[in-house]
């Protein structure tokens, strides 16, 4: 979900204190991009409704939850903190699982290299030792050979963590 979908959401959800941080929360880590990348779109739409309903409040200075600035802020920040925490947690804690005709694909994070084996481990398939690619000091390519198949691990570094793509298809195609 791009900020041209979450900013209006975060302005129609900002009046709710805590709800806002946790829809904005979710919804910008369901997005598929990086764990900063969902961070810093949840802070931005955040700060988007707080800044809308900034200046209604310079406009409107009758009602009383809008015109208490402190108020305003106190609730905003709250709504911000949950927003990027939960985007980041959320994103963290997500597999995305694609079933293609060619193949399946999984996508998750994992906080070194002994979690993404054993997580491979676990899926108990016979397979050939890894043949490791190094596209650079960021970026490393598994694959290993599994009977009819072949699997492909994508692993990528994304600020602590290790974005995983793992992808298994048939050696017939």
């Not at 903190?81 to 005709?101: D, E, F």
Request: aromatic residues 8%.
């Amino acid at each position: 979900m791009g900020l041209k979908r979450l900013i209006p959401l975060a302005i129609a959800v900002w009046p709710l204190p805590v709800l806002n941080g946790l829809v904005i929360g979710i919804a910008s880590a369901t997005d598929g991009g990086s764990i900063k990348g969902s961070a810093r779109t949840a802070l931005v739409s955040s700060v988007a409704a707080f800044s809308f309903y900034f200046a209604l409040s310079q406009l409107v200075k009758g009602l009383p939850v809008i015109s208490d600035l402190l108020l305003l802020t106190v609730i905003s920040a709250l709504g911000m903190a949950i927003a990027v925490y939960l985007s980041i947690y959320v994103r963290l804690r997500t597999t995305y699982t694609i079933m293609t005709p060619d193949g399946l694909t999984v996508e998750y994070y994992a906080k070194d290299l002994n979690e993404v084996e054993k997580r491979f481990e676990q899926i108990g398939l016979k397979c050939s030792q890894p043949s490791y690619h190094l596209e650079n000091e960021n970026h490393m390519v598994m694959t290993y050979q599994c009977g009819e198949g072949i699997v492909t691990i994508d692993i990528k570094k994304d600020w602590k963590y290790l974005m995983v793509k793992a992808r298994l298809r048939s050696s017939r195609s």
